[in-house]
């Protein structure tokens, strides 16, 4: 409700500052439209960065001598600084309480908030592409920055505010809500594909990670999520890396620093051909190893995303978030969802039905399941 509220004050406030503009006419002939400086903002988690990433090679192509830059996360930013596409990328880590409980804004938080606004500034930005469509980032990075013009979708109400909205259909796939945001450009008779640019070296230090499997398949198992209502019991996952190792793959579980221990656990009941690359890779490593591995498995987690941009088979483990927005765009990805989840999965933020210190949706979905998904591939 508090979150409701806050929205709608911004909105006020974007549709006042708007006004003269909308009192002069303004109107913005795209088609003409020669930006010399665009950024993208893409703010949230890194899957959600990933799915965003047909922007930066559909902008580079409608306007190759234009400077683009990405705002994005420390993490993402590992992810595309490789990235012909993009001249530059500004880091700054939102902090989204999802993450953290505590996450909230501090006084350094906000200091580091003013000084990246005043950067901005003196680049003289003239096209700002939002495609979360999230007010607050229009007000603070298009708005305050001076940007000219502004581009968006109507996720929060902020039509009034941007030079061009798409609209914001909760049915459709966050890489084609993403996209749509182009439309202003023609990017709508463009079919998107999301992609990350690996480096030689990101290739060559995942082959060596792989090195104890000596040519076997390999199945990476991605069982966390920065979102606990989307995780799957751990025994479930149990019987799925059995079945694995019973049909010859050799087992990677991977995930953060953070997710070490719980991998460590995961994983200490087999005795060979099962390991733990949990918090020992880099972020583009882990790109590196999605892309030569024989299939992925895994709940709704960057992982997948990340998975989805490369030829590799996937088993997406689905239940508190719709499959239809966020299942990774690959052809070769099998979601794998009951259908039983009774909370608000446009939030997707908790459970309301716990069973057995899990969302029932997730403890109800067998590993059964999981396997059949997996025996089809």
Known sequence: MKKKLAFFILNCLLLVLSLPRRLRGRHTDFDLLTPRKILIIR?????DVVMASPAFSYLRSR?????ISLLTNSISRELYKNDENLDKIWVYNWPWRLLRKDNGFSKAKIKELFHLIRALRK??????????????FVFLFGTLVGARIKIGNSR?????????ASTYDVDKHEVERSFD???????????????????????EN???????????????VAPYSSKDVKSWPADYFKDVIQYLVNNKYHVYVVGAKDDSESAAALISSFSSSVYSLAGKTSILEL???????????????GVLHIASCFQTPIVAIFGPTRSCEYRPYSNLSTVVDNGTCQCDQLTHAKCDVPLYGYAKCM???TPETVIEAIKKI
């Not at 703010?43 to 899957?47: E, F, K, N, P, V």
């Not at 306007?63 to 400077?67: E, M, Q």
């Open 363 to 365: 403890s109800e979905l």
């Open 156 to 164: 929060s109400g902020n039509n009034g505010f941007v030079d061009f």
């Open 206 to 220: 995942a082959k060596k990670l792989l090195e104890p499997s000596s040519g076997a398949p390999v199945a990476l």
């Open 43 to 47: 703010l949230d988690y890194i899957g």
């Open 287 to 301: 790109a590196a190893l999605t892309s030569i591995s024989q299939l992925v498995v895994g709940v709704d987690t």
């Open 63 to 67: 306007f190759p001598n234009s400077s």
């Open 123 to 136: 680049e003289n930005i003239d096209l700002v592409v939002d495609s979360r469509g999230d007010s607050r």
């Open 181 to 203: 945001v182009l439309g202003c450009f023609g990017g709508g008779q463009v079919k998107p594909q999301p992609y990350i640019p690996l480096s030689v070296e990101a290739l």
